[in-house]
Each structure stands twice: as C-alpha cells, then as structure tokens.
C-alpha cells in the first residue's frame, strides 16, 4: 500500500488531528482535499494524499484540494480507480482484496531437513458498496508435513475469534484445508478495519522451494526471510505494488555445501 495515502475518514481525520466525522464536515464546508472513488457510487471508497493535507493545513488550498463530490482523476501513482478497477475486474467472485500483506519464514535444521515456521497478517478490504462474504482458509501440502498453529481474525482491533491449532475443514487429495467462521465484510463507509492473521510449521528437505499463491489480489507485499547458519535462503523482499490473484512468490533455500 502507499503510505503516502490516507484511506477513510477516521484516517484522514487522524492525519489533520481531527475526528473522522469533522474531516467529512471540512470536506463539505472548507474543501479539504478528499476525493471518491469514481464510480463507486454515494458509498464509494474515500481517500487523501498527505501531499494535499500537508498544503491545505498550511493554508494553501490552491487547484490539489478538490471537494469529495468533485470527479477528477486520482494521481497515477497512487492506489486509486484503476487499481480497483483492475482488482474488481479479473472476475465476478473477486470483490475482496488485501492490503499490506506481511510474512514471515523463519527456516531452520532438522535431523533430515528443515522446518519453516510461518506466520501472515493482513488488512482485508471491500472493493464494493454491497456487504460480501468471506471465510479465511489455509492450506497445507502432504509433501509439507505440517500443521496450523493459529487462524485469528480482527475488527476494529478486536479479535472474533482465535482458533488455536485447528482440525483441518476439509481433506483433498494432495492438500487440507483449514477454515474460519464465515464473516460478512462491509463497504468502506462502515469504517470498519478487517485483520486476517496466522500460522503454521512445515517440514521440507534441505534443499528446496516453497511458494505463496495469492488468493486474492493484494497491495502492498512484504516478505521476510530468516534462516539459521549454514543455510542460504531467498533474502527478504517487498513489493508494494499490486499482486494479483493467481501470481505466486517463491522462497527458496539450500544448505552451504
């Protein structure tokens, strides 16, 4: 995700050291620089740049502080309409999406291999104006060996629930799934902040690869890497550009000869 940006009133609102519902008043009444989603209807995602901010507190509230109800194009270069548009539109499922992704792989030896810890957190996000389901899972390979320690998910700060070292929901061939409580995710006007987190352990051979497929299109990608001496391992890496559903990152390992 920019970090540069301000998503949703409470957030604008903290960043001029003011209550959410008074920075959508100073949209109305003293053209604070917030700007909608286009497209997205009366409920559209709303969002500032702290480039605009930073003018309008100072008093310079020149052609950057445009009013919310205003249609002008979002800056290229931040997280804006065609993002969205590209996450809203690589299928009919896909109203969910995911901002800073953060994971953590921690490698280190065992008698025949290595184990992995792993552990994910990250912020879910409604794309639309209509409330959508979700249900958290994770998968586990056989070739894996493995376990999930944890699945947790957040609201506002507040767990609604805690699952610690679940039984797996379903068993496949080649793989089971661990599940969450079905949730329902609200538009971006409920300002609501949705946390996803969890882990596991897996067992692989000294010498190997393991990758992450994305299930849902993500902004903002963090991947931190740790092994123990005497091992080599994909160094840690960040992409805080969009991923899209269907892409896959790679860490791999091997042990110095």
């Not at 740790?226 to 042990?255: N, Q, Y």
Request: aromatic share 10%.
């Amino acid at each position: 995700m920019n970090e540069e940006v301000c998503w949703g009133w409470d957030a604008i609102g903290a960043y001029i050291g003011k209550h959410g519902r008074t920075a959508m008043k100073y949209a109305r009444t003293r053209r604070l620089p917030a700007h909608k989603m286009p497209g997205g209807g009366p409920k559209a995602p709303v969002y500032a740049t702290k480039r605009d901010l930073d003018a309008w507190l100072s008093g310079d509230e020149r052609g950057s502080a445009r009013r919310t109800t205003g249609h002008a194009k979002p800056p290229t270069n931040e997280i804006a309409a065609p993002v969205l548009s590209r996450i809203l539109g690589i299928g009919q499922e896909t109203k969910l999406y995911r901002r800073n992704y953060v994971m953590h792989f921690n490698l280190s030896p065992t008698f025949r291999g290595v184990e992995v810890k792993l552990s994910y957190g990250f912020e879910l996000c409604n794309g639309t104006d209509a409330t959508e389901p979700f249900v958290q899972e994770l998968t586990v390979d056989d070739g894996d060996h493995g376990f999930v320690a944890s699945m947790s998910f957040l609201v506002n700060g507040k767990p609604v629930y805690v699952l610690r070292r679940p039984t797996p929901a379903k068993t496949h061939i080649g793989y089971v799934s661990y599940q969450g409580p079905k949730q329902r995710i609200e538009p971006p006007a409920a300002l609501k902040v949705y946390v996803c987190r969890a882990s596991w352990v897996i067992h692989r051979g000294p010498n190997d690869i393991w990758y992450n497929h994305m299930i849902l299109p993500t902004v903002g990608v963090k991947i931190e890497t740790k092994a123990m001496p005497g091992f080599e391992i994909t160094r840690s890496f960040s992409l805080p550009g969009l991923v899209m559903k269907g892409e896959h990152l790679d860490v791999a390992w091997r042990k110095r000869s």
